[in-house]
């Protein structure tokens, strides 16, 4: 076992040093500085992931009117937000937002994996794309929010949104209780991705 | 239409035999130097040292190299290995560094 371990431990150092020489080589050379790393993962860390659709919903569970207008419209409702430019440009301009209600639960599928929103929702999990899941869920979306672990009442409706090339969707997911007297930072924290597909709920903490 | 290549360059792997680990929404490095590896390829890309699809063709064969090699979920894989040796085959291929100079700078 300590072997093993050991063996992973010297493959790390190896790999990690392999890449430090090549990356002193390449800026020595000239081809990148030592910022172009940091500025191409800057737009995954910062401008463009989950984070912003979690300062869109935080936003809307603390403020009913700017709810309503998200829902209406999404691109101009999210232009009122202090996000990253682009955010309601590129892939995201036909951005639309669906909110669950205490009688209708939402659901975003997608056929093709470039209609995903990931301005907002970050990078899509591996099983989104899969045609299995696809179908199913636009079948039978109940069953297969119930093996993702997410029992939705049979007295509550469940409408499935599929994206394309002309709507990419997103879910505002319902405020959990108990969260009354939460900061909208502190909301953002309880806003998964997953919720926002519409395969979980958000929980307080 | 303005699309970021940062974008476009992720979107493209989604769902294909290289998409890039992610959790939360997040890509997800284990250490600084998966981070550094992913973003050195990107910068190359961004900059036109060379065409992202042809490095992907590059990752593609490593992924597949290596699984022939070994059994499905083998302890040892990690996806960052083999984006590492793809970019540096894509450095020499494309005429950016050549091998010896790698293997010099790993040396010193």
């Known amino acids: ?22 990356e002193a080589l390449l800026i020595k050379k000239g081809v990148i500085t030592d910022k172009s790393v940091d500025t191409v993962l800057d737009f995954f860390e910062t401008r463009m992931g989950p984070f ?12 009913p009117a700017f709810k309503d207008r998200l829902v209406a419209d999404t691109p101009k409702a999210i232009a009122e937000l202090n996000l990253p430019e682009g ?79 002309q709507i990419r969707w997103f879910v505002v997911p319902e405020r959990p209780a108990g969260t009354e007297s939460l900061s909208e930072m502190e909301l953002e924290a ?4 997953e919720a926002m597909m519409g395969v979980a709920v958000a929980k307080a903490a | 239409m303005l699309t970021q290549y940062e974008g476009f360059a992720m ?6 035999p290289d998409n890039p680990p ?3 929404g997040s890509l997800c490095f284990s250490s600084e130097w998966e981070r550094t590896a992913f973003g050195m390829a990107l910068a190359l890309a961004k900059q036109g040292y060379f065409e992202w699809d042809d490095f ?44 010896d100079e790698i293997k010099a700078a790993f040396a010193a």
């Open chain 1, 190 to 193: 309880l806003i998964t991705p």
């Open chain 2, 22 to 24: 992610r959790a939360n």
């Open chain 2, 11 to 16: 979107t493209e792997m989604m769902g294909k």
């Open chain 1, 87 to 165: 955010m309601a440009g590129a892939e995201g301009e036909h951005m639309r937002a669906v909110a669950n209600g205490p009688d209708v639960h939402n659901l975003i599928i997608c056929t093709l994996c470039s209609c995903y929103p990931w301005p907002v929702l970050g990078l899509p999990p591996y099983w989104y794309k899969d045609p299995t899941f696809r179908s199913r869920a636009a079948r039978e979306p109940r069953a297969v929010l119930k093996e993702f672990g997410l029992a939705v009442p049979d007295a509550m409706e469940i409408k499935v949104w599929d994206s394309s090339a």
């Open chain 1, 1 to 22: 076992m300590d072997d093993r371990f050991q063996y992973r431990g010297d493959r790390e150092a190896y790999s990690a040093a392999r890449v430090r020489a090549l």
């Open chain 2, 56 to 99: 992907r063709d590059e990752l593609i064969a490593e992924i597949k190299t290596w699984e022939d090699a070994h059994p499905v979920a083998h302890s040892s894989w990690n996806y960052y290995d083999r984006w590492l040796a793809a970019l540096e085959k894509a450095t020499v291929k494309t005429g950016i560094l050549d091998a």
């Open chain 1, 52 to 63: 912003n659709g979690a300062k869109i919903v935080a936003k809307a569970w603390s403020d």
